[in-house]
């Protein structure tokens, strides 16, 4: 089991109150390795006193070719070998028993 973080480098690029904008790297290994530079809107949305919830939706998706090489190059969004165009994702938080579910 490959236990390597997928998200090898992240950063806020920008943050406006519940809205962020984000640069995420990631690293996925399986039968091929394909690193690839995203970026993301994310919005997070108090429910009440104990819940939130966020949706996160891509606005670039690039192949990075050569990762980590002296010539490693990021592929314009949308050419490449189409292992990801877009990704959205939708998470629901609850703070209970000391943690965050």
């Known amino acids: ?16 109150g519940n809205d962020f904008r984000v640069y995420l790297r990631l690293l996925k290994k399986k039968l091929v390795t394909v ?3 995203t970026e993301h809107e994310v919005h997070y949305e108090r429910v009440d006193a104990t819940r939130w919830r966020s949706r996160s939706r ?8 050569d990762a980590g090489k002296p010539n490693e190059r990021e592929l314009p969004p949308g050419t490449g070998d189409g ?3 877009r990704l959205y994702s939708y998470w ?3 703070e ?4 965050t579910w």
């Open 1 to 16: 089991m490959n236990t390597a973080p997928e998200v090898m480098d992240s950063r806020i690029l920008a943050h406006t």
């Open 35 to 37: 690193v690839l530079d």
């Open 58 to 65: 891509s606005t670039k998706i690039a192949e990075v070719k």
């Open 83 to 85: 292992y990801l165009w």
């Open 92 to 94: 629901r938080y609850e």
């Open 96 to 99: 209970r028993d000391g943690g």
